[in-house]
Nanobody, 119 residues
Framework: QVQLVESGGGLVQPGGSLRLSCVASGFAISTYAMSWYRQAPGKERELVARITSVDSGTNYADSVKGRFTISRDNAKNTVYLQMNNRKPEDTAVYYC????????????WGQGTQVTVSS
């Protein structure tokens, strides 16, 4: 059974740090581009960060550049999102997504983890 399970969410004060993890099962992430999305109340889901499968190249939303870092550990079948210098506008449900290669274009989503930034 294919699953993506996020963890690490919670309440953090502004300026604090948090690391999210996304563990995959049922497939190997090594050939998948992996992404983190977020959705705040009343807003559309947006891409936060993405990491490719080929060379682990990364790209980020402008709103998180310099504060967030996405990384992957293919041996552990896990993707991470390190979030530093958190802001209240980072409050959202964070989702992990796996996008398969061109020869196997499947997409998998996790169930999401809530992150709240508040003092």
């Amino acid at each position: 059974q294919v699953q993506l399970v996020e963890s690490g969410g919670g309440l953090v004060q502004p300026g604090g740090s948090l690391r999210l993890s996304c563990v995959a099962s049922g497939f190997a992430i090594s050939t998948y581009a992996m992404s983190w999305y977020r959705q705040a109340p009343g807003k559309e889901r947006e891409l936060v960060a993405r990491i490719t499968s080929v060379d682990s190249g990364t790209n980020y939303a402008d709103s998180v550049k310099g504060r967030f870092t996405i990384s992957r550990d293919n041996a552990k079948n896990t993707v991470y999102l390190q979030m530093n210098n958190r802001k209240p506008e980072d409050t959202a449900v964070y989702y992990c997504k796996g996008s398969g290669p061109a020869y196997f274009p499947r997409t998998y989503w996790g169930q999401g983890t809530q992150v709240t930034v508040s003092s």
